[in-house]
């Protein structure tokens, strides 16, 4: 749940079955590794499977888990992952409480207006005066001041694919540009004009989300190397970040004098470096797998560009909106004031959710499969890595199911929306939308209901 700075340039495949457990050299699951880096991380599903569940095999089958008094207030919705036609429900059409499961809203919307390849830049360019130059902030929130070997993502390293863009290397290529010209001292300005509106979330507490601002580096951490879901953020990253720039310069051998201003770039300002982020397609895995809440914001911000909206709150729920309507997803009753799902008054039923990862698994929307590599593998990856364990009682679904989760524990909402092969090998999507007073039971019982949806045929 975390996020740094540029703009758009043109840069966890079969999305469902069986990951193999078998772990690599390194002592980690290969299944988890693949998802952390973007790779091939599930088998084709069974060949030949083409007959559904029926809603009769699916109440006959599902009645005792769904009986489970730690479900507390569930509505869910079942679909055929192939056609989104609805197999069994219970309050499939009632909004609820989405939690982080809004992700899946924002990251199918980005990639329905973004390419997939796409980039996201950080720029520097020269200043209106001569020794002035201009850090630009083009809205990639992984954006790193780390070394690469420093780097992790979901407590993984990264590889080519993944790793940020350095904020080192994009010193470096300044210093170059600078010296070739013949200056050792400048001014730096900083751009953050890219979006607008309110820098800070409804629920902005500096830790589960940053402000939201299109310059910042390693998501705005106090301490870029945390790993817990909620680190410390500066209260200004974008000022943060200049001052990092300011010092890497330094160590470049290149002069910063006085303290870096906030500063408006010229249209067509001569480049002077750039550093580009891991393409889109990567970025949404990335945000889905670790539920990254201040990643989820900048997705939102690059689908209101693409759309032609503000790079704004209400700019990116407008694009987001429009983009899944466009999608034939129904967005009556739809209420959402974020694309991370941090808004406590975000609204979504579970059939809209399934409705979402069908549309993400249809074969007509290949541009969308990377929402499906991104879920988290349960027992594996990400927020589901230490659930589908013995303890919950449903293991047997391990590396099975993908799926993403939503909590917002102070609110009661516990949400799981993702995929699974039944017994016959037909691709299923699922939502259960829970309300309760307790978490880890309501989180086991969830748990267990998927996997027995995994593991009937349910005709």
């Known amino acids: 749940m975390a996020l740094a700075t540029g703009g758009l340039a043109s840069g966890g495949d079969r999305a469902f079955a069986h990951p193999s457990p078998a772990a690599d050299r390194a002592g980690v699951p290969a299944a988890a590794r693949a998802a952390a880096t973007g790779g091939v991380v599930l088998a084709a599903p ?109 407590g993984l390293p990264v590889d080519a694919e993944t790793a940020p863009a350095s904020l080192a290397e994009l010193a470096r290529q300044t210093a170059t540009a600078l010296k070739a010209a013949g200056t050792g001292t400048v001014k730096l ?34 301490d870029p190397t945390a790993t817990i879901d909620a680190p410390s953020r500066y209260t200004d990253p974008a000022d943060q970040t200049a001052e990092t720039f300011a010092g890497l310069l330094k160590a470049q ?7 870096a201003q906030q500063a408006s770039a010229a249209q067509g300002a001569q480049q002077l470096a750039e550093v580009k982020s891991p393409t889109i397609a990567r970025l949404v895995e990335r945000t889905l797998t ?11 911000r690059q689908a209101a560009l693409a759309a032609h909206e503000p790079a704004s709150f209400d700019g990116a729920v407008a694009a987001v909106t429009e983009a899944l309507q466009k999608l034939g997803v129904p967005m009556n009753g739809v209420v959402l004031g974020d694309g991370s799902g941090l808004y406590t008054g975000n609204l979504i039923s579970p059939l809209v959710l399934a409705k979402v990862l069908s549309v993400a698994a249809s074969p007509e929307h290949p541009e969308l499969r990377p929402v499906l590599t991104g879920l988290p593998i349960a027992g594996f990856t990400g927020t589901l890595r230490t659930r589908f364990g013995a303890s919950s009682g449903a293991q047997e679904a391990a590396g099975i199911v993908r799926a993403k989760t939503g909590t917002l524990a102070d609110s009661g909402v516990y949400t799981l929306a993702g995929t699974v092969v039944d017994a016959d090998g037909r691709v299923l999507v699922f939502a259960f939308m829970n309300k309760s007073t307790d978490g880890a039971a309501t989180r086991a019982a969830t748990d267990r209901a998927a996997a027995r949806l995994a593991a009937c045929g349910c005709r």
């Open 46 to 154: 069974v060949a030949g499977a083409d007959t559904l569940p029926t809603t009769a095999g699916l109440q006959r089958d599902l009645a005792q888990v769904l009986q489970d008094r730690g479900l507390g207030g569930l509505n869910f919705a079942i679909a055929d992952g192939s056609t989104s036609r609805l197999l069994y429900g219970s309050g499939e059409n009632t909004p609820a409480t989405p939690a982080s499961t809004t992700k899946l809203l924002t990251a199918v919307a980005a990639l329905s207006l973004i390419p997939a390849d796409t980039r996201i830049s950080t720029r520097v360019v020269k200043g209106a005066a001569p020794g002035e130059i201009t850090l630009v902030g083009g809205g990639d929130p992984t954006l790193s001041a780390l070394p690469a070997d420093r780097i992790q993502v979901g």
């Open 290 to 300: 670790t539920s990254d809440n201040t990643l989820a914001e900048a997705l939102a």
């Open 189 to 222: 300005g900083y751009d953050t004009s890219l979006y607008s509106g309110p820098l800070l979330h409804k629920e902005n507490d500096y830790a589960n989300i940053a402000p939201v601002t299109p310059l910042m580096a390693d998501e705005g951490k106090v």
């Open 253 to 259: 051998g290149i002069t910063v004098d006085g303290k």
